[in-house]
């Protein structure tokens, strides 16, 4: 039988990011398959360095709060407005 899970490698450890119906200590094997990479549409150096002096400028337009927590959860990170 085979399934298909997403998972996270932590400290040594896979953790599954999706419920799995396995036995405790089922032994399992693992393929991993690296996250796809797109390369960069900018390939010129100055229109790099442009895009790097917009995202920066934006960076310092929004700064995180003083009063911010130190750790944001998983909910606060992907928080959409």
Do not use: W, Y
């Not at 032994?27 to 010129?44: F, G, H, Q």
């Not at 229109?47 to 606060?76: G, S, Y």
Request: proline share 11%; charged share 35%.
């Amino acid at each position: 039988m085979s399934q298909t899970f997403k998972a996270i490698f932590r400290d040594g450890a896979f953790i599954p990011q999706t419920p799995c119906d396995l036995p405790e200590g089922s032994e399992v094997e693992l393929t991993i398959s690296k996250p796809r990479v797109i390369p960069p549409k900018a390939t010129d150096a100055e229109e790099r360095k442009r895009i790097l002096e917009r995202m920066v400028a934006r960076m310092r337009a929004n700064p995180i709060p003083a009063e911010a927590p130190l750790r944001f959860t998983r909910e606060e990170l992907h928080e959409r407005r």
